[in-house]
């Protein structure tokens, strides 16, 4: 008995130390939405209570928080509503561009939903990819899906260097920067709609780390917001971008209201 009793306060007084790695599984059993996990390699695959399965990176990487936006948070939910509710927003063959698709969990949620039939995302990092198209594999068989390795840009032609420089440094807050020679090739909507004959987006979904500013420019095309019914994206203060964003979208009527940190707008002709 005296033993236990000194070992109990010897642990108090020198708590056994846990590692990083223990630290992060111990998020994973703690979160209320995740049912059992496995580490594979490098990577976990999670299981929701829902069946939904996902893979996602260790504590270096930003996957978990990204995760926890997406499905604890449901940072989108009130999207889903909008378009299960709404027949003039809703139609068999819903259309979603994700711009900035990181490692998929935002394409997974809604094709989850079961609001989407066709997916566009784009994604200027390869590792990011790389898990986005494992990801992928859970619910391809649900919808079309396909993944442009691109920088969404506002003219065509161009070429951009990736940087882990902008708050966190980590996955989800990758950077770009024009660059001549830059290795990643820009892409803008008007190109993925012509390639792809789209008439209409159902939502545009924009969280580009602040290359945002790069697209609503009004010496841009930005013609395609004609065509957009929804369009949702995380305006980065950092570049004094907001009220001009705002003034475009109002310019291509679209009602705008605030949403945690997204800025949504409703195209009127849809309302």
């Known amino acids: 008995m005296k033993f236990k009793k000194a070992r109990k306060i010897f642990r108090l007084l020198f708590p056994k130390r846990i590692s990083e790695t223990q630290l992060f599984e111990n998020k994973l059993r703690s979160n209320i939405l ?7 390699q490098d990577k976990y695959e999670i299981e929701l209570l829902n069946g939904v399965k996902l893979f996602l990176r260790n504590q270096n990487h930003s996957d978990y928080e990204v995760f926890v936006q997406i499905f604890n948070f449901e940072e989108y939910k009130l999207i889903v509503s909008i378009l299960k509710s709404n027949p003039k927003f809703n139609n068999s063959n819903n259309i979603l561009i994700d711009a900035g698709a990181n490692v998929g969990f935002t394409t997974n949620y809604f094709i989850n939903e079961g609001v989407f039939s066709d997916v566009y995302c784009i994604e200027p990092s390869l590792d990011n990819i790389s898990i986005l ?6 619910i391809k068989n649900k919808c079309s899906i396909k993944i442009y390795r691109r920088a969404l840009t506002g003219k065509e032609n161009l070429r951009y260097n990736l940087h882990n420089n902008f708050r966190s440094r980590k996955d989800w807050a990758i950077s770009v920067e024009e660059d001549p020679k830059g290795l ?6 008007n190109e993925i709609i012509l390639q792809n004959n789209i008439k ?12 945002e500013r790069f697209i ?19 305006i980065h203060d950092e570049f004094d971008v907001r009220e001009s964003i705002y003034l475009i979208l109002l310019q291509y009527d679209f ?8 800025t949504i707008g409703l195209n009127r002709k849809y309302i």
Do not use: H, M, R, Y
């Open 34 to 40: 995740i049912k059992n996990f496995v580490l594979i």
């Open 133 to 138: 198209k494992q990801n992928i594999q859970f």
């Open 184 to 189: 990643v090739e820009g892409i803008t909507i």
């Open 200 to 211: 209409t987006i159902t939502l545009l979904k924009i969280d580009i780390e602040g290359a």
């Open 216 to 234: 609503f420019d009004t010496k841009n095309d930005l013609s395609f917001l004609n065509n957009v019914k929804i369009i949702a994206i995380e």
């Open 255 to 262: 009602f705008i209201f605030e949403s945690g940190e997204l």
